[in-house]
């Protein structure tokens, strides 16, 4: 599949096809109340009520070399940090607010250090910046606004002045931009366009996009920005939370995608969330989304002392088995050309600089494993995890050819599994 078919990033998006897996970590004064990103709003939290979770904020344990380290062994390259949420947290020490981490109890800069490390681990740097703010004092108490009920205060801070606001977030981005050296992404969220929503004209998207193009011209900027009509405003689409069914496309046009996605049902940590992904589903996720030509986002929500908790640890660890054996199907790879049928219960990927295709079977049959119209394709077949060779037969030598045309080409496989979450047959084509 060349990547000519496929709607060109304004910024540079070479390393970003390859890499295909990154971390996306949500850590804000959240974590604290340890339900939910969305807490203030959801349970319509007053900004003196969730001043507790500012005055007790003290991450003692943070480590991001640690972090890093996790994100590398996972197999990630590349990670994306929420430096400002909903909320309106900063972790860093921005010159525009003291409703950041240095006027915590913990004082100190959290996205420098978090930076550094994630780069010394050879990894990519995004930033997310959250365009909506539930602390700044100009932000017009809207429809998605903690005190949205409130309608005393609607009316007592209907003065409220967004393009103070505007003005404010490109103060922001700017020291996010020029302070942190080369930024490899940027994610803004979100727009809610039409009645007492906030869309491009309210954030004056156009004014800032234009800012973050001309501070730093790589970075791929996604697509929340309310610019979804202009061939210019966007980079990538961001499906949240949901596995698409084929490549993502706008205008009949293939685009560049990466899907963000949870562990469990929370981005910030959530101490008594229970739907956590298996290993096996978190695997098959990835999979999925590079067979049909994208990107996976994973998310981490770390605890207010500054950890990734247990349950994250394992699935990283349970993700990162398997990539050491099996990332040669997913870095450079994208969805397979046409012309190869995908087998029964399997996906495929393929690597176009190596003509490498990669056979993903997530049910394991019995002993052979039919590939219809290969036939004459394939020069040679071996696993991943262990680069033991594959035999195969076509049609000539097939013992028993009921239900498999002359093109059918068959891998003879053992009756075990291989020892791999989802094994993995690297096909060498002819
Ligand atoms: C949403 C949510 C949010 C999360 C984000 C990740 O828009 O508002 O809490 O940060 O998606 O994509």
């Not at 052979?368 to 680069?387: R, S, T």
Request: glycine letters at 6%; proline letters at 4%; a negative charge.
């Amino acid at each position: 599949m060349s990547m000519c078919d496929v709607r060109p990033a304004t910024g540079d998006s070479s390393w970003w096809v390859h890499d295909r897996f990154g971390m996306f970590i949500h850590w804000g004064a959240y974590a604290l109340a340890a339900r939910h990103e969305w807490v203030k709003n959801r349970e319509r939290i007053t900004d003196e009520d969730y001043q507790k979770y500012f005055d007790h904020f003290d991450p003692d344990l943070y480590d991001p070399k640690a972090w890093a380290k996790a994100a590398r062994e996972a197999g990630m390259k590349y990670f994306v940090i929420t430096t400002k949420h909903h909320e309106g947290f900063c972790l860093w020490d921005s010159a525009y607010t003291d409703y950041k981490a240095t006027k915590t109890p913990y004082g100190k800069d959290l996205l420098k250090p978090m930076v550094e490390a994630f780069r010394a681990e050879g990894l990519k740097v995004g930033f997310y910046y959250s365009l909506i703010d539930w602390h700044h004092p100009q932000f017009p108490i809207d429809r998605v606004h903690p005190m949205r009920d409130n309608l005393e205060l609607r009316e007592r801070e209907k003065g409220r002045d967004m393009k103070v606001y505007a003005e404010y977030m490109r103060n922001q981005v700017r020291e996010l931009l020029t302070q942190f050296g080369q930024i490899d992404c940027l994610f803004f969220d979100f727009s809610y366009p039409g009645e007492d929503g906030k869309g491009r004209d309210d954030w004056e998207s156009e004014k800032l996009l234009k800012l973050v193009r001309e501070l730093q011209p790589k970075v791929l900027v996604d697509d929340r920005l309310d610019l979804g009509d202009t061939d210019w405003g966007w980079d990538f689409k961001t499906p949240e939370q949901f596995m698409v069914r084929g490549w993502v496309t706008a205008n009949g046009r293939k685009v560049l995608w990466e899907t963000c996605q949870t562990f469990s049902g929370s981005w910030g940590y959530h101490r008594d969330e229970t739907t956590w992904k298996s290993e096996d589903q978190l695997v098959k996720m990835l999979i999925d989304s590079v067979s049909k030509g994208g990107n996976v986002l994973l998310n981490v929500g770390p605890t207010a002392r500054g950890e990734f908790d247990a349950r994250a640890l394992e699935r990283l660890a349970g993700m990162g088995k398997w990539m050491r054996q099996h990332g040669r199907s997913i870095y450079g790879c994208t969805q397979a050309p046409e012309s190869f049928a995908v087998p029964q219960d399997c996906r495929l990927t393929y690597n176009p600089e190596t003509n490498r295709l990669y056979v993903h079977v997530y049910s394991w049959p019995i002993r052979e494993l039919h590939l219809d119209g290969y036939a004459g394709k394939v020069k040679y077949a071996q696993f991943l995890n262990d680069a033991s060779e594959v035999a195969f037969r076509t049609a000539e030598l097939r013992h028993h050819i009921e239900g498999t045309a002359a093109d059918t080409l068959t891998l003879l496989l053992p009756v075990q599994k291989p020892d791999a979450v989802v094994p993995v047959i690297e096909l060498f084509l002819q």
